[in-house]
């Protein structure tokens, strides 16, 4: 497709249920990015991918989430034992790799709402 | 670390008014700048960019000029469309290799007809 895709749009989840969330990045695209976006905290990053391996997980909230990537293309992010405070919208963005070219496009978003 | 402060909103307009959206910014080395437009329902869209001190980015008849001396990137267009609605983000891309963009808060402009 034209643009970043993420499946499912919406999530609805009873707390400490396991979910995962897809990514489909722009093709030729060799970074991906996840955020997320909530009432109380804005936009947070959480994860970047090069490839397949991630360098920078620095804003993944605990050890419940995580991540990965494969064949340089689809992402999944996995959140186990879902929390209330993890109803947020989760982001994921693409963008090429190299000097000047850190210009992210975001897909339109998974809304997960923890019950 | 880094911030991007923006101002609170929401910002209400008439049409045709001007609007200046303010946004600060604290980062290690030469960040990127950028600003990113929500419209309802939608998802996030690039608006505007700056990669370097006095660079001016402009696109849909909005600008934002990059000011080093003052850590700025307000957000401005001279008047303001109903179709202009939607939530504003600035945001940067520090200068030291991480990839990671930091946002600030996001300002909610609304356009009265």
């Known amino acids: 497709g034209a643009g970043v895709s993420q499946s499912p749009s919406n999530k609805v989840t009873e707390k400490g249920k396991d979910v995962e969330l897809r990514c489909d990045p722009i093709?030729?695209?060799?970074?991906l990015y996840w955020y997320r976006q909530s009432l109380g905290q804005g936009l947070e990053f959480l994860i970047y991918?090069?490839?397949?391996?991630?360098?920078?997980k620095s804003g993944l909230p605990s050890d419940r989430f995580s991540a990965e990537r494969t064949g340089g293309s689809v992402s999944t992010l996995t959140i186990q034992r879902t929390q209330q405070e993890d109803s947020a919208v989760y982001l994921c963005?693409?963008?090429?790799?190299?000097?000047?070219?850190?210009?992210?496009?975001f897909g339109p978003g998974t809304r997960l709402t923890v019950l | 670390g880094d911030s991007v402060t923006q101002m609170e909103g929401p910002v209400t307009l008439s049409e045709e008014a001007f609007l200046t959206i303010n946004c600060t910014y604290t980062?290690?080395?030469?960040?990127?700048l950028f600003w990113y437009v929500q419209y309802p329902g939608e998802g996030l869209q690039l608006l505007l960019k700056?990669?370097?001190?006095?660079d001016k980015g402009s696109n849909k008849g909005f600008e934002a000029t990059y000011r080093k001396e003052t850590t700025s990137f307000h957000l401005e267009k001279g008047s303001v469309q109903v179709s202009d609605s939607a939530v504003y983000f600035c945001?940067?891309?520090?200068?030291?290799?991480?990839?990671?963009?930091?946002f600030g808060s996001g300002t909610r402009l609304q356009v009265q007809p």
């Open positions: 963005a693409s963008s090429l790799t190299g000097q000047g070219k850190n210009e992210q496009f």
């Open positions: 093709s030729g695209h060799t970074a």
């Open positions: 991918f090069q490839g397949n391996s991630a360098p920078d």
């Open positions: 980062a290690t080395g030469y960040p990127s």
């Open positions: 700056a990669t370097k001190a006095d």
């Open positions: 945001a940067l891309s520090d200068g030291t290799g991480r990839r990671a963009l930091t």
